[in-house]
């Protein structure tokens, strides 16, 4: 069903020349074209990595999944259990077909009373001038050392000041009162199930891309 889904939704996509130093990149489903890219440029299909990365998670049950989509960008988000179906987990999977984002793994846990999604780890698995981390690295996900990370949070203190705080305005609405509540959270684990919390679990292009801001702010430091 899933690869149904990407197949349906997300077109293959071909570049052609424009001129020495620049590409375009176009659907191949309606021949429009979606971006412009340097010369150096490597096309990396979300289409056919997405499918690549689920053959290596077919041990895994999935629970659920979300698949959202634009002209250019694609996320890929699954919730999953671990074989012995004892630890839940989630794996958020984005690409885009020029520069505006490199191939990410965003991996983590979610709550199952409240369902808020806690992004533990990310990995580059792939960027789209050259490579970086070894695929083989990147597609090996360890569910027992994501739940030791969930943990470690909550040892992790309070850091967050002025500036901080600026950064998650983007994310969520911050006033007087929210502001003294989240300085009162004693660790980085009950920020960031206070932001999510306050977040609107619409599934959409905007949540994920919250979600990978808030990692940024908060886990990756």
């Keep these: 069903m899933i690869i149904k889904d990407i197949e349906q939704k997300i077109p293959y996509y071909y570049t052609k ?55 250019k960008t694609h996320y890929l988000y699954l ?38 999604d806690l992004i533990i780890t990310s990995w580059i698995y792939f960027k789209h001038i050259g490579q970086t981390e070894e695929k083989s690295k990147a597609l090996k996900i360890f569910p027992g050392s994501i739940i030791m990370q969930y943990k470690a949070l909550e040892n992790k203190p309070n850091f967050l000041d002025e500036r901080i705080l600026q950064r998650l305005k983007g994310i969520i609405y911050l006033d007087e009162k929210i502001t003294k509540e989240i300085l009162a959270l004693p660790n980085i684990y009950e920020v960031y199930n206070y932001v999510t919390s306050k977040m609107t679990k619409k599934y959409n292009m905007t949540y994920f891309q919250k979600l990978q801001s808030l990692y940024n702010i908060l886990i990756r430091r």
């Excluded at 021949?31 to 150096?40: E, G, Q, R, T």
């Excluded at 979300?66 to 002209?71: G, I, R, S, V």
């Excluded at 074989?83 to 793994?105: E, H, W």
């Design 79 to 116: 919730r999953m259990e671990f074989p012995g179906y004892t630890q839940k987990f989630m794996m958020i999977l984005v690409n885009s077909v020029d520069k505006s984002n490199a191939v990410k793994f965003l991996v983590g846990v979610y709550e199952q009373l409240c369902a808020n």
């Design 17 to 71: 020349e424009i001129s020495e130093d620049f590409l375009g990149i176009y659907s191949q489903k309606s021949h429009k074209l979606v971006s412009v890219v340097s010369s150096k440029y490597k096309l990396v299909q979300s289409r056919d990595l997405f499918k690549e990365i689920l053959l290596q998670l077919k041990d895994y049950n999935f629970i659920k999944y979300t698949l959202k989509t634009n002209y």
